[in-house]
């Protein structure tokens, strides 16, 4: 199973950017898929997560900001992450869970190399 993240890059607060995820191997539409992100010197932390019915969910502080989204039909979640601000600064991961609804890292089996994004003041 391999995850490719893309999408990341510098940009600046209030911007937009459109995170996406390939899937290869596997059953994509059996797995719950996640987005993580890791800030400069901090722990990893949850994102957001979409089961594979469709069941979003999401971190309080991107509630309304971000939506995820899968296709499984290409293999493919994405994050759109709007407003976005300088602490939204952190490497980006995707990643794939058997659990519905899984929130929690350690519950995650398949992960991605992750994609840097920056937002700047």
């Known amino acids: 199973v391999q995850l490719v993240e893309s999408g990341g890059g510098l940009t600046q607060a209030g911007d937009s950017l459109r995170l996406s995820c390939a899937v290869s191997?596997?059953?994509?539409?059996?797995?719950?898929m996640g987005w993580f992100r890791q800030p400069p010197g901090k722990e990893r932390e949850f994102v957001a997560s979409v089961s594979r019915s469709g069941f979003q969910r999401y971190a309080d502080s991107q509630a309304g900001r971000f939506a995820i989204s899968r296709n499984n039909a290409k293999m493919t979640v994405n994050l759109q992450m709007n407003t976005l601000k300088p602490e939204d600064t952190a490497v980006y991961y995707c990643a794939a869970s058997n659990k519905p609804l899984s929130v929690s890292l350690s519950e995650y089996e398949y992960w991605g190399q992750g994609t840097q994004v920056t937002v700047s003041s």
């Open positions: 191997g596997g059953t994509f539409s059996d797995w719950t």
